[in-house]
């Protein structure tokens, strides 16, 4: 098997990172796609916040995700800021949504 986990939290900081990205992001993928719970729970927020016509960035995802949201994230505000850390705004966006994929398969 896989481990995902890596190209989980690249995607969704890309996304939070560049918004140009996230159309494309969520018609190729879904939440069960995402094997790590917090990253299920975060996409899960990117999408409501795109889908309301907002910008998806650091501020609004912990908004919609509120005080209980944060708190359901292990380790709360700071796995938001590893995401948005840990992604790598270099790595092609089609090849991460083709590893995720693969690797959700397996």
Not at 1 to 21: C, K, P, R, T
Not at 57 to 69: E, F, K, M, P, R
Not at 78 to 102: F, P
């Amino acid at each position: 098997m896989i481990d995902n986990h890596h190209f989980e939290v690249q995607l969704i900081g890309a996304m939070m990172h560049d918004n140009s990205v996230v159309e494309d992001v969520l018609e190729a993928l879904s939440v069960q796609d995402f094997r790590d719970t917090d990253h299920r729970l975060v996409f899960e927020s990117l999408a409501s916040i795109h889908h309301s016509g907002l910008p998806v960035n650091l501020v609004n995802i912990a908004d919609h995700l509120g005080v209980d949201g944060i708190l359901r994230l292990q380790a709360g505000y700071v796995k938001l800021a590893d995401l948005w850390e840990s992604a790598s705004r270099e790595t092609e966006i089609r090849e991460l949504i083709a590893m995720l994929k693969l690797s959700s398969a397996s």
